[in-house]
């Protein structure tokens, strides 16, 4: 019986749920021993609410999706509690923010599982899912509801609430882009034969909202200003032309049209000219525009191998140290041994993703899942990278890491939509013959 | 699409690869530079906020301590002497880092370095903070900044056997307590005031700046004779108002146009600079850089504070004509010197020829009160013989009993010493004397100089730093 082989998985996931409890008591613990030098007032109950938080998400994917991968949610519920922790040391009003947005992240986890009973359903709602997406995405550029932050205007604000719909906004595209690809993917592989190179062949009412997509993501950056985002959308686009076609092609164009934006970019705004000149050399203008970034190295650098310890290093010189340069802070309190965590964390859900989409056989599912994973693993990357100078930054936010309730939710949602997809295929159901 | 998503595991595998090795290269290999960059002020916040123990004088009195505060920084570094200790105290400030004892020993004060023996040091929540005990006497400092009152200069005294420093005074100098406060707005104006001040207040004279030596250098020269020509030694130098110089038009004159001449007692007793002037060209350009280089010119002296200033001899290249040769061998033109240096001369003259490390740190206890660390005795060079030594002694004992040191002179004990004048702009001049004592057993040893003294007369720094000199003695040999 495949029924049996039910329980170790969930089992499995439960004993790492209670262990990330346990965990995220003792940071917590820790780092309210650095700060004031006692234990964090309240514990008890807090920890009680905590932990049934996370028994609840499991007891979700429990009922709602029995058979999924017993991976992912802890890691996620892991990367949630650290970044919890260090906001917490950071900042306690955005603690109890980002505590109560935790809560909404679970109940949208446990919805999604709830009302996405078969991830191929979402097919049929391709073209809504394009209009929302497309809604999202412009929606904080309309006046009276969009909102300036730091320059970019990535926000709306109901009443007292503020939102970044961007976060949404990849995940509805995401689940777009995968059913209209995997329905016309036969078409757009297509090769023809120039010269010696085989070349897709060109259909321009095929690719037309491919291009239309890579036009809004410029929208994005120009309008918004949201370099992060736009680099995101713009390369989940392309992967999931390219996992969908396998057509090299693409990657090239894409990197073609991405080098014409960024230079075009580079010579228009004077905001992308600084992220790379600080890039190259932030240390020649450390006290002004490189000082973000000089103070990022400095906290790598003062963590070394083991950090100073929760609460006992300075993070907070950081601007945004809670948000896009969490990675930094925790470089610096928990040291390589902590950042190498976080990556290994994150590695393990790619992986995850990744073995989801190889043994779904159902390709819309397939490549949703790919997708997905795609999306976390370049967000991870962009901001990581940019936060230790790999690549220029551009501010976005560390999955389940750093502060913010719109990544938070989305988050939860992406990683129940994987759930959802990696239970269909192991969820014995009545094959034909 | 397997194929294509296998690939992109593989892709992100390596861009996250990428993010390791940067991640290896800032945490590991870069650590060091990272964390110790003069702009990363991480550490001094550290620093800042943590217990941090005291700093005291030989006798126990408290130079520096720390008070819990209410404010973020949480605790407030006090120096309750004031100013009076600062040129080796150095400072403790949030926004401008540290200098002195409160940096060469920031480790111990702070109480990084713990030796942990078992589980119960490693739990204990308690800092466990070091007292540092330091080498300097009150009563001789008191002296030294008396003696020295509101001239610019520097007073640096040490005990020869030892090493250990005794006094070292700076004027005009800065209050610590001004930088350690909490209000970073007034610390910032004390420091901008003190930055722009062109008497130079935060310059800890004693060990960081260089002086044209003038005639206290003339010890080395007349150490060269001793120790390397025993004939030059016992010349006589027939009696000259003016050394007449080959390759220049101009001679090199005695102070005031005075005539000297005779033999080495005599020449150093007056200080004769037309007679060192040719003992310095009859022992050559080479052999004086080298005597200068075995009493520790051109090379930092080892003192336990940061930055301690290397004086500096002419190289090679620059002693080839006579007047390059002859006015070296006086202490002028290129040859610079610390007081600390200079009392470094005279204490290797009264330790029997061996310069000992001069240090300011007496012992680091922990808060137990049980010693962790002592400081220690180590020869760092030896320029003579105790046999030259004993000979030069007698040299600069006769300096001050019938030469320019007689206002050294302390009643009741033998005071060996040699002063200079150290010409500097047009009729100003550096006042210099190096001195110690008891002539028979040494257990002080002196350096004073007074800047931009006005009047350029051999007798210059017997009047003006002699004086300071006989003070600290006095307070030193109690």
């Excluded at chain 1, 239309?212 to 992060?228: F, K, Q």
């Excluded at chain 1, 057509?247 to 004077?270: E, I, N, T, V």
């Excluded at chain 2, 060990?207 to 250098?217: A, V």
Aim: charged content about 15%; proline content about 6%; aromatic content about 6%.
């Amino acid at each position: 019986m495949t029924a049996a082989a039910q329980p170790p998985r969930r089992r499995t996931e439960l004993g790492l749920v209670l262990l990330v409890g346990l965990v995220t008591v003792g940071s917590l613990t820790l780092a309210s021993l650095g700060k004031v030098g006692e234990p964090p007032t309240g514990l008890l109950g807090f920890a009680g609410v905590m932990v049934a938080l996370l028994v609840t998400a499991h007891l979700a994917v429990r009922r709602l999706a029995p058979n999924a991968d017993p991976i992912i949610l802890p890691v996620a519920l892991m990367l949630n509690g650290l970044g919890y922790t260090m906001i917490t040391r950071l900042d306690s009003d955005l603690a109890a923010l980002q505590a109560t947005w935790t809560a909404v992240g679970v109940a949208a986890f446990a919805g999604t599982l709830l009302l996405v009973r078969r991830a191929r359903d979402l097919e049929r709602y391709r073209y809504s899912f394009l209009a929302l997406g497309l809604v999202l995405l412009l929606l904080p550029l309309l006046p009276g509801l969009g909102r300036n932050i730091n320059g970019a205007r990535i926000w709306i604000r109901l009443g007292p609430i503020g939102f970044q719909p961007g976060e949404l906004a990849k995940i509805v595209l995401a689940i777009f882009f995968a059913s209209y690809l995997v329905e016309r993917r036969e078409l757009l592989g297509d090769r023809i034969r120039v010269g010696f190179l085989r070349l897709p062949r060109p259909r321009l009412r095929v690719l037309l909202p491919l291009l239309a997509a890579w036009g809004v993501s410029i929208v994005v950056m120009v309008a918004e200003r949201d370099l992060g985002s736009s680099l995101l959308f713009f390369g989940l686009f392309v992967g999931l032309l390219w996992l969908a076609t396998g057509q090299p092609a693409y990657l090239l164009g894409g990197a073609a049209l991405f080098a014409l934006a960024a230079s075009f970019a580079y010579r228009m705004f004077d905001h992308v000219q600084t992220r790379v000149e600080v890039w190259l050399d932030p240390w020649s203008t450390a006290q002004g525009k490189g000082y973000q970034i000089v103070q990022s190295m400095f906290a790598f650098g003062s963590g070394g191998v083991t950090g100073s310890g929760l609460a006992l290093g300075s993070p907070q010189r950081i601007p945004a140290a809670a948000t896009d340069f969490i990675f930094a802070a925790i470089g610096e309190e928990i040291g390589l041994l902590g950042t190498t965590a976080v990556l290994v964390g994150f590695l393990l859900v790619i992986g995850s993703g990744l073995r989801i989409a190889l043994r779904t056989d159902h390709p819309f599912e397939k490549l949703l899942a790919a997708g997905l994973t795609l999306v976390l693993g370049l967000q991870t990357f962009i901001i990581v990278g940019g936060v230790t100078r790999v690549v220029p930054l551009t501010g976005i936010t560390l999955p389940f890491v750093s502060y913010g309730g719109s990544s938070l939710v989305a988050n939860y949602i992406l990683i129940a939509l994987l759930l959802r997809i990696s239970d269909q295929r192991d969820r014995p159901h009545p094959r034909g013959g | 699409m397997d194929v294509q998503i296998r690939r992109m595991g593989i892709a992100l595998m390596v861009l996250f690869g990428l993010l390791f090795a940067q991640l290896n290269n800032l945490q590991l290999l870069q650590a060091g530079r990272l964390s110790n960059d003069p702009r990363n002020t991480r550490a001094i916040v550290i620093d800042f906020s943590r217990e941090r123990g005291r700093i005291l004088a030989a006798d126990g009195t408290v130079l520096a301590d720390s008070v819990p505060t209410d404010d973020e920084l949480k605790r407030l570094r006090r120096y309750p002497e004031g100013p009076l200790y600062s040129p080796v105290l150095g400072y403790f400030s949030f926004n401008f880092g540290s200098d002195g004892v409160e940096r060469e020993f920031s480790a111990e004060l702070a109480g990084r370095k713990v030796t942990i023996n078992n589980l119960d040091d490693l739990l204990s929540a308690t800092p466990r903070t070091n007292d540092v005990t330091l080498t300097i006497q009150p009563a001789v400092q008191k002296a030294a900044a008396a003696a020295l009152g509101n001239r610019r200069g520097a007073v640096v005294a040490l005990d020869p056997r030892s090493g250990a420093v005794l006094a070292m005074v700076s004027f005009p100098t800065f209050d610590p307590n001004t930088l350690a406060a909490h209000d970073l707005k007034a610390v910032q104006r004390a420091w901008a005031g003190y930055q722009a001040d062109p008497a130079k207040p935060m310059l800890p004279r004693p060990y960081r700046e260089r002086y044209s030596p003038g005639s206290t250098f003339k010890v080395v020269t007349a150490s060269a004779a001793i120790g390397t020509r025993p004939d030059l030694a016992a010349k006589s130098y027939p009696p000259t108002k003016a050394l007449d110089l080959k390759g220049t038009s101009r001679d090199l004159p005695n102070f005031g146009g005075s005539t000297c001449g005779g033999t080495l007692p005599d020449l150093l007793r007056v200080s004769c600079n037309t007679g060192f002037g040719q003992l310095g060209l009859d022992l050559g350009g080479q052999a004086l850089r080298d005597e200068a280089l075995s009493f520790g010119w051109d090379e930092r002296p080892p003192l336990d504070l940061p930055a301690p200033a290397a004086s500096g001899f002419p190289g090679i290249s620059e002693l080839r004509t006579q007047p390059q040769v002859a006015t070296s061998a006086i202490g002028q033109l290129d040859v610079t010197a610390s007081p600390l240096q200079m009392a470094l001369v005279s204490s290797a003259v009264a330790n029997g020829g061996t310069i000992v490390q001069p240090h300011v740190l007496s012992r680091v206890t922990d808060m137990q009160g049980q010693v962790v660390r002592t400081a220690e005795t180590k020869a760092w060079k030896q320029p003579m013989t105790a046999e030259d030594a004993s000979r030069l002694k007698d040299l600069m004992v006769g300096v001050v009993q019938q030469g320019t040191a007689g206002r050294a002179a302390v009643p009741g004990v033998s005071v060996a010493a040699k002063t200079g004048t150290a010409q500097t702009t047009g009729d100003k001049a550096h006042a210099w004397i190096t001195a110690f004592a008891p002539a028979a057993e040494p257990t002080v040893a002196v350096a004073v100089v007074v800047e931009s003294q006005p009047g350029v007369t051999e007798a210059t720094g017997g009047t003006i730093a002699a004086p300071i000199a006989q003070a600290v003695l006095k307070a030193a040999l109690g």
